[in-house]
């Protein structure tokens, strides 16, 4: 850890929340309620077969389907909240550090991170300035998924810009790797009770976080061993769903994925009843699934009468 990096964070987490500066990025519309805790989720469920136009539309454009989910996020959530409490935006990306943690050091040989159930994960930070949301803003105030294509695909090339800027950013941490990653900071809190009474009366800085399980491999690892031994009976796994519980002190939004090998793309948009009403949290979803069937109908690009408007 850099010494900077260290002060960085100490500043962070250690300035009493009166002290605490406010930005026009931070979640403003969603302020910290400790009470009711109560999770309220709904669920997208996305066909194998689009899902699969989904993955293909994201390496035509040189990006990934969880950092296309974040653009989507943006402009879901960005027309349905007013801009004087949320100019710009915070958000997070879940980030597995197992690829990071060597197997078998010598003080642990049996050690497997691949195969331990454990809590392997950090975050990845991005931040959605006020002039992209604004853009969007006004982009979104003249299209509809539902109107003209030619209209909606201009506004869809720009939220593809938004989601090669976030798997830049994934990129960029998975170059640095473990080097001052904020879980190694942890350990200098001395009361976590006390730092997240703290955390409770600060500006909520994010207003949503990511975080996709990949691909699943349905078929238990004994399965080919039943076959072998003349078993004519084993299971398998068809769907999969992760959900969050909605968190007090961090994220508005929790958004998890997960599907099964062959099956279908499981979404699940969790959030704190009372925190976000209702009707914002169906209205995101909708929108969100909507989206994600848009861009799923043009998986190779725009056909040419809708390309020769977006350039």
């Known amino acids: 850890m850099e010494t900077h990096q260290v002060q960085k964070f100490l500043q962070e987490v250690r300035t009493p929340a009166a002290s605490y ?15 009711p805790f109560i999770t ?27 950092s296309l989910l974040h653009a989507f996020t943006l402009v879901s959530l960005a027309p ?26 010598p003080s642990h040989p049996w050690f497997d991170p691949e195969h331990a159930m454990s809590n392997y994960v950090t975050i990845v930070d991005h931040v959605l300035g006020e002039d992209l949301v604004a853009r969007i803003r006004s982009e979104t105030s003249l299209s509809s998924i539902d109107c003209r294509v030619s209209r909606s695909g201009v506004l869809m090339e720009h939220l593809w810009s938004v989601a090669r800027d976030i798997r830049r950013d994934i990129e960029q941490k998975l170059e640095t790797g473990l080097k001052n990653d904020m879980i190694g900071y942890w350990c200098l809190i001395d009361d976590w009770r006390a730092q997240l009474r703290e955390e409770a009366r600060k500006p909520r800085r994010t207003s949503w976080v990511i975080t996709n399980v990949g691909l699943i491999d349905g078929r238990p690892t004994q399965a080919d061993d039943a076959q072998e031994r003349g078993l004519r009976h084993t299971w398998s796994c068809t769907r999969a769903q992760l959900i969050m519980c909605a968190n007090v002190v961090s994220s508005a939004f929790g958004i998890a994925t997960a599907s099964v090998k062959g099956g279908d793309l499981i979404i699940t948009c969790t959030w704190q009843d009372c925190v976000v009403d209702a009707h914002t949290g169906e209205a995101f979803v909708a929108d969100l699934e909507s989206w994600l069937n848009f861009a799923a109908r043009y998986p190779g690009g725009w056909p040419a009468s809708v390309r020769s408007q977006v350039d």
Do not use: Y
């Open 40 to 66: 309220r989720f709904k669920t997208i469920t996305i066909p194998h077969d689009v899902m699969a136009a989904l993955v293909k539309a994201c390496r035509h454009h040189m990006t990934t389907l969880t």
């Open 80 to 105: 349905i909240l007013e801009p004087s409490t949320a100019a710009g935006f915070e958000c997070l990306t879940a980030m597995d550090l197992r690829r990071f943690l060597p197997p078998n050091p």
């Open 21 to 35: 500066p406010k930005t026009p990025t931070q979640a403003h519309w969603a302020p910290i309620k400790p009470a």
